[in-house]
């Protein structure tokens, strides 16, 4: 049964429990669906007002792009249970003898960077969704500007998540190559994607203090 199927009180009850899955990465892309969800919401009350006719079709564009995010989102909440169950499984493979420590030793790796896939997918569908929430914030209705800030601390959020998820498996590769090239990836997504955000929540702020 997909994640998705569940009811929001069914998903929260599997999260508090010692079930592994979902985790924290399921999580992050599930909030990161909801934040982005919040964008298109502003996006769809702007549709339609003469007072935002100029920025219309701009705001639909970024509507149609939220859809994508949001797809996107949702599917990786299942994904992020899919890569786990290999690698709960290969925790468990016993070493007693040095044949079997080494096969568990390169099936660990291997998992891990299966697994760090989805989580730096999240962080790359929470850095694109932040950048629509900046430019929502600029030209969106102000009638729910609020929900443009509320939207962008999901996705800073989810972008925060997604990469304390990635670190926890790269903990476990010695793959150089992969472990540089992983990390520049995620500290460029999380450093530019935190900026982003804490500019369109300062943004914000300044538009409701107004």
């Keep these: 049964m997909s994640m998705l199927d569940k009811t929001c009180s069914a998903f929260i009850e599997v999260l508090a429990s010692k079930a592994p899955v979902p985790g924290g990465g399921g999580a992050a892309a599930m909030g990161g669906a909801i934040g982005m969800a919040l964008s298109n ?4 009350l702007t549709v339609g007002k003469k007072k935002y006719a100029d920025v219309e079709g701009e705001v639909k564009e970024l509507i149609a792009k939220g859809d994508e995010i949001i797809v996107k989102l949702k599917r990786l909440v299942d994904q992020d249970a899919e890569v786990f169950e290999p690698l709960s499984k290969a925790y468990g493979l016993p070493k007693t003898t040095p044949e079997e420590a080494k096969y568990k030793e390169e099936t660990m790796e291997n998992c891990c960077k299966v697994a760090c896939g989805v989580p ?20 969106g209705t102000m ?13 800073k959020s989810a972008l925060i998540a997604g990469s304390l998820n990635v670190i926890i498996n790269l903990n476990t590769i010695k793959d150089q190559q992969f472990l540089s090239a992983t990390r520049k990836e995620m500290e460029e997504l999380l450093a530019t994607g935190s900026k982003m955000a804490d500019e369109t929540l300062a943004l914000v702020l300044s538009k409701l203090k107004k």
Excluded: P, T, W
């Design 41 to 44: 919401m502003v996006g769809n």
């Design 120 to 139: 730096m997918e999240i962080m790359r569908a929470a850095f694109e969704g932040i950048k629509v929430h900046a430019r929502m914030g600029e030209i």
């Design 143 to 155: 009638i729910a500007i609020s929900d443009v800030g509320c939207g962008v601390a999901f996705l």
